[in-house]
């Protein structure tokens, strides 16, 4: 639960910063967390490591916990054993978010700068292809073992630890700002004009990541013997709250509005909801067949 509460106390730091309700500047925030040798590290990448090494760690006592109270939760696997699968599946989501964008997000600008695929660091990732990456190295991995449902339900749990803190490197990063308000918590980009905008980023934060990892945690505690529930629950989740987000949330500028008043990202959410609803309902299928 630490983890949780320093998750929390970083986001309300970042949300208040500077902050008397009045409309807030954009923080002042470096994206260069220091040099080593001219080699710029950029909090940027550094958030998405953070949340890997806290999923992994948050994985860790869960698997302990259940070791220690002789439970079956974690798929006969050692915490060794899920550190490389997730850092797998971590490089696999990477991969997966860029060419997810590229496609989907920006085509025409990134055949015409081809070598601007590769400049991670300028931001531009996609999480519905992170999660299809996530998905294709996760059943290469497990496919011999056939415990594929088991060891997703391990990290779809811990999951929105690491997708909170990479909406907070999206808030440092000054991208993916919300749509202009008047609500006093509002927040001037920069690069995004006068008008204060909804700092949606953190919004996600709040939403996809903590609200949806302390509903898994409550669900896991219940010990429940259904497959694949608990992976339903974070599609299912996580398509509910993007689609929700979305409409606080500044379309991308080269795509605007893609269907009447819904976004490319609500587009690509719909589906995510609908598989997550089949997902939870087949877990008792799953059950037992076993």
Known sequence: MKLIYIFLATICALLFA?????????????????????????????????????????????????????QTYNANLTASQFNDIAINCFLAAIVGGRLFYVIFYDLNYYLQHPIEIFYLHKGGMSFHGGFVGTVVALYLQTRKEKNFWQVADLGATVIPFALGLGRCANFINGELWGRVTDVPWGVVFLGAGDLPRHPSQLYEALLEGVVLLVILLIVRKKRLN????????????????????????????????????????????????????WIMFSSKKRAISQ
């Open 18 to 70: 500077q902050s008397s309700f009045a409309y807030l500047q954009f923080p002042n925030l470096d994206p260069v967390a220091f040099s080593i040798m001219g080699f710029q590290v950029r909090w940027y990448g550094l958030f998405y490591l953070f949340g890997l090494a806290g999923a992994i760690l948050l994985n860790y006592f869960l698997l302990k916990s259940d070791h220690k109270n002789s």
């Open 226 to 277: 259904l497959p694949g529930l608990l992976s339903g629950i974070f599609v299912f989740g996580y398509g509910v709250s993007r689609f929700i987000i979305e409409f606080f949330r500044e379309p991308d500028a080269q795509l605007g509005f893609v269907l009447g008043p819904f976004t490319q990202g609500q587009l690509l959410s719909l589906p995510m909801i609908i598989i997550g609803l």
